[in-house]
């Protein structure tokens, strides 16, 4: 029981250092893909993929403020989020803040932790 304690304390941790941010996330939910690209120069290029084969993107700045990663407009998939009301592809486009963590060597960037969804950086 203590291994598996000690096991998850070490392979979880939140990122702090921007420079550990920067490169292309992948997520899917549902019937929707979503590639997120952060650059070095703060801004980010949002694309998200809908069945019907239809793309629809956001661009901004992002900034990494303590634990959260602001983004300044980003659409937001309705299955995390209990705020906004969902546009007729079912996502919210609003301010997002999403958590950096890292997961046994991995980063990721988790939208709600009580909600399903997050992205997980596929390369730099």
């Not at 929707?32 to 993107?57: H, M, N, P, W």
């Not at 486009?93 to 988790?110: M, N, R």
């Amino acid at each position: 029981m203590l291994g598996v304690l000690l096991i998850s304390l070490v392979g979880c941790s939140v990122v702090e250092n921007p420079i550990d941010l920067y490169g292309h996330y992948r997520m899917s939910l549902g019937n929707k893909s979503f590639a997120l690209d952060l650059r070095r120069d703060g801004t980010y290029t949002e694309t998200v993929t809908i069945s019907q084969g239809r793309v629809r993107t956001t661009s901004n700045k992002w900034i990494l403020r303590g634990s959260c990663t602001n983004f300044g407009s980003f659409l937001v998939p309705k299955e995390s989020t209990p705020f906004g009301t969902p546009d007729a592809d079912g996502l919210v486009q609003s301010e997002w803040c999403l958590g950096p963590e890292k997961h046994f060597g991995k980063i990721v960037l988790i939208l709600n932790p009580d909600r399903p969804g997050q992205f997980e950086m596929d390369r730099k």
